[in-house]
Every structure is written in C-alpha cells, then in structure tokens.
C-alpha cells in the first residue's frame, strides 16, 4: 500500500502519520519558543486573550469546583464515620483538591472550552486564507495569533486552578458545617496541617503545564486547519481529545516526581 504522494509507507500509513504529526508538534513549539523571546511581545492581545480564557471558563469553573468539593466530602464521610474519623474529612478533601482535582477539574473543562475555542477560531481564520492576508501585510500572524494565546493560557489556567480549589473547599466547608457544625476556623486550620509547599507548588507546576499544552495543541490544530469548515471542525474536536490525553500523560509524570521528592 502506498500513501497518497505515492511513496510506500516505513511502517504503516496511519502510524507513519502519527510520528509526522509527533515531529510537526515539536517543531511547531519550537517555533512558539524562537518567536516567543524575538522581538517585542504583544502585551494588549495577551491580556485580551486572558480575559477571554478566563471569561469562558469562570462560571463553569465555580459550579464544577463547588459541587466537586461537596460531593467528594459527602461519598468520603460514611468511610471515614466507620473508623470514627470524620475529624480527618477536611484534611482529607484539602488534599484531594489541592493536590489532584482542582487541576484535573479546571484543566479538563478549559481543554473542552478553551481549546476547542482556539482551535476552532484558528481554523477559521486559516481556511478563510486571514492568515495569508496577515501575512500579505507584513503582520507576522504565529507570533500574533499563537504566541499570545499559549502565553495566555499558560498564565490563565494556573490562576483558575486556585480560584477552583479555592471554590471547591468552599463546597467541602459547606458539607462538613451542615453535618459536623465544624467552624470556618477549625475547618481552614484542619484542612491545611497536611498541605506542605511542595503540595502548593506541584499543583502550580500542573497549571502551567497544563495550560501550556491546552494552548499550544489548540494553536497548532487551529493555526494547521484544512479542508474548509470541515477542517474547522477536526481542529475543535481534535484540540480537546489530545490536550485532555496529553494532560493525563502529564498527570501521571508530574506526581511520579513529585512523589520523588515527598519521600
């Protein structure tokens, strides 16, 4: 079986496929890098775009966190009630969100609403040849269009993560005083006597790499779009799917460091 050009495939076609678009990636983010420290940086198109990251995803976040931190709260309770350890219940939700769900949270619904965003208004603005034209006008559309974006993502994303674990210990707060008639004081002084630096710092690590990678596939489908408003589409559907597979992989490496150093 030979490929569309004519040459035979190494492998096959579709995993020949997948190590060209391997490679394409990393020299698209290579480009992100050389464009992004080379001359002067767009500070009022970041700032839009991190209004508009932000925008999007805020209301979402709130109610995602919040029910998140209360739910979790509720199903940890009856575990914890048969040891006679409903005490340890805001340790243990603080731990939970702030080291593992108010990243996965946040950064799942932003890969959904942000990067399908991104890569849909890319792909638009490919297919209707306004790259070209920006191009055509000495405008020098990657560092516009792209580099603003992934910068504002990788900014955007960890201070949505906060604001969310924020948000869903106010949703395990609101359980465990309903049930328990535990203080705000108690509750805040319980939550964080197991939250170490390295517990803060890792899920800051997380937001950053997690907004990096919504940002730069979302741009690189977008920015490669083809095939008119199908290619718009594939670009959408395809900036979710891999940045939510991608922030999975990141996942898992991120806390097998981290769990290096805890020990």
Known sequence: MTTPTGRKPVFTKNLD???LSVYNGFT???KFFREAFKGRMEVQEIIKQCYAIGNK???LISLTGFITGMVFTKQSRPSLAEFGATSWLPSLVSIAV???LAALVTALISAGKVGSSIGAELGSMRVTEQIDAMEVSAINPFKYLVVTRVVAATITIPVLMSYC???GLMGAYLNVALNEGTSLQTFIQKAFEQITFLDIGTSLVKGIAYGFTIGIVGCYQGYNAKKGTEGVGRAAN???VISMFLIFIEEVIIVQISNYFRV
């Open 57 to 59: 995803s805020l209301v």
């Open 98 to 100: 702030i080291r593992a």
């Open 238 to 240: 395809s900036s979710v």
């Open 17 to 19: 496929f997948a190590f």
């Open 165 to 167: 674990g924020m948000v």
């Open 28 to 30: 698209f983010m290579g």
